[in-house]
């Protein structure tokens, strides 16, 4: 079974950025679409934004012209830039399969301080 691995996250204060890493163990072509979800205190984990293998993409309305999420399919890796942080961005943020779940992995936390 395919691994996904989180990294890149940490702690920013509001209005910076980071890059989110998601790396497969293995090939990810077999993923049609790739997604980033999050889960803050207290809260359900919800949906961030997806990108199909060739290219399309969706967000969450709080998200757009904020955030933009792209694949490298040699690499087997997945990407999100977080640009434009506010504090209701910080959870801790999950990379997964949009159309069969994997196990969830360890997530990478975004902490933004105002």
């Known amino acids: 079974q395919v691994q996904l691995v989180e990294s890149g996250g940490g702690s920013v204060q509001a209005g910076g950025s980071l890059l989110l890493s998601c790396v497969a163990s293995?090939?990810?072509?077999?993923?049609?679409?790739l997604g980033w979800y999050r889960q803050a205190p207290g809260k359900q984990r919800e949906f961030v934004a997806s990108?199909?293998?060739?290219?399309?993409?969706k967000y969450e309305d709080s998200v757009k012209g904020r955030f933009t999420i792209f694949r490298d399919n040699p690499k087997n890796s997945m990407y999100l830039q977080m640009n434009s942080l506010k504090p209701e961005d910080t959870a801790v943020y999950y990379c997964?399969?949009?159309?069969?779940?994997?196990?969830w992995g360890p997530g990478t936390q975004v902490t933004v301080s105002s």
């Open positions: 990108v199909h293998r060739m290219g399309t993409t």
């Open positions: 293995g090939s990810i072509f077999d993923f049609a679409t």
């Open positions: 997964n399969d949009i159309d069969r779940s994997l196990p």
